[in-house]
């Protein structure tokens, strides 16, 4: 009897905690819409509904425009997951009271800021540009998504905590060039904050718990950067942050849809290491104009993709699917698993997915206006 009666006291208190998340994955397919993850899974498995983020168990849709413009790039589509406030295409983690290129709005804090003040590890990982729009919306505060000097200076000079803790991506001669305009040679900017700036995966020291990894290429294994990327943040014990990016813009479509099949190969894989302690979180910033229209089982869905079609080809017509080198303004997936995750359902604005990241955590944000 008076087992039972401490049992029933402890359930909900067990319960309870179980909510909390220690950690958080944010998972970014830039421009992976709706058109483009069927097409994905059918190009990749030969079938509807076999990508591993199309069985996760909590399943919304989230609406992706900006302060002022139906349609978002990346900077304001970003901007708005990782800091719970809209603002406008072309600018970063600032408010709305922002002029591209002419005028800083304030500063808006982003999810990885918030860790960071509170102890957690943070990381970021991108086969993009470290000073593209996505990674950058995480910690950089600027006007102008082209300022990269000012992007990658802010990178490693952060505002909160000891900075970004895992920070893998590629753009590294591009970096360079825009720091050296600005009179901040790399190998300066690297010493005066303290950290090495790596150049290949393999230089990574495993035992360590920082590295900051700028990549010429954009064609590494992201799924192994992401597991090293675990293997150093876990070793907080006040748990991490950690956003993944796949460029999944589809412009080539071959290249973009497979990359959306191996992004997803890698989430399902993060997904058996991580414990039942960790939110994960899938979603695009927006989506893109491209369309299954047409089609049989028999046939590969992209016959007649041109094999070396480079990115930057305008619009394409395949025998079935039709792509227009253009972002488009409707809703996206978003797909979660863990504590928090329920949060995740129906239709929802891109700028409520901050609050379920910080509410896993157990944290109260600025209320989006
Ligand atoms: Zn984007």
């Not at 229209?293 to 394409?316: C, H, I, N, R, T």
Request: net charge negative; glycine share 8%; charged share 20%.
């Amino acid at each position: 009897m008076r087992l039972i009666l401490v049992l029933c006291l402890a359930i909900p208190v067990l319960a309870s905690a179980q909510t909390r998340a220690q950690n958080v994955i944010l998972f970014l397919a830039d421009a992976a819409g709706l058109p483009t993850i069927n097409a994905a899974s059918i190009h990749g498995h030969k079938a509807p509904r076999k990508l591993f983020i199309q069985r996760m168990p909590q399943i919304a849709l989230s609406e992706t425009s900006t302060a002022s413009e139906l349609v978002t790039d990346s900077a304001a589509g970003m901007t708005a997951i990782v800091t719970g406030s809209r603002t406008h295409n072309g600018v970063i983690a600032q408010s709305d009271a922002a002029v591209r290129g002419r005028l800083d709005g304030a500063p808006l804090k982003t999810i990885l800021e918030y860790a960071e003040e509170r102890g957690l590890s943070t990381g970021v990982i991108s086969n993009d540009s470290l000073a593209g729009a996505t990674p950058a919306s995480l910690y950089a505060h600027v006007n102008d998504r082209n300022k990269t000097a000012d992007i990658f200076i802010q990178a490693l000079t952060p505002r909160a905590g000891d900075g970004v803790d895992v920070l893998i991506g590629s753009g590294r001669s591009a970096i360079e060039r825009a720091l050296m305009a600005a009179r901040r040679p790399l190998p300066d900017l690297a010493r005066e904050s303290g950290r090495t700036v790596l150049a290949s995966l393999r230089d990574i020291d495993r035992q360590g718990s920082r590295a900051v990894v700028l990549l010429e290429d954009n064609s590494f294994d992201i799924g192994e950067a992401t597991r090293m990327a675990i293997e150093m943040l876990s070793r907080n014990p006040n748990g991490y942050f950690l956003m993944v990016e796949s460029d999944a813009h589809t412009d080539s479509i071959r290249q973009g849809l497979d990359r959306v099949v191996a992004f997803d190969r890698a989430i399902e894989d993060i997904a058996k290491r991580v414990g039942d302690d960790t939110l994960l979180l899938f979603t695009a910033d927006h989506s893109f104009d491209l369309r299954v229209y047409d089609g049989k089982w028999d046939a590969p869905l992209l016959a007649g993709v041109p094999a070396e079609m480079g990115s930057g080809a305008g619009a394409v017509t395949l025998r079935s699917v039709r792509m227009n080198d253009d972002h488009t303004g409707e809703e996206v997936l978003v797909a979660a698993q863990g504590p928090g995750s329920e949060r995740v359902r129906g239709y929802m604005a891109n700028t409520d997915l901050f609050h379920v990241m910080m509410s896993a955590f157990g944290w109260a944000g600025p209320a989006t206006r």
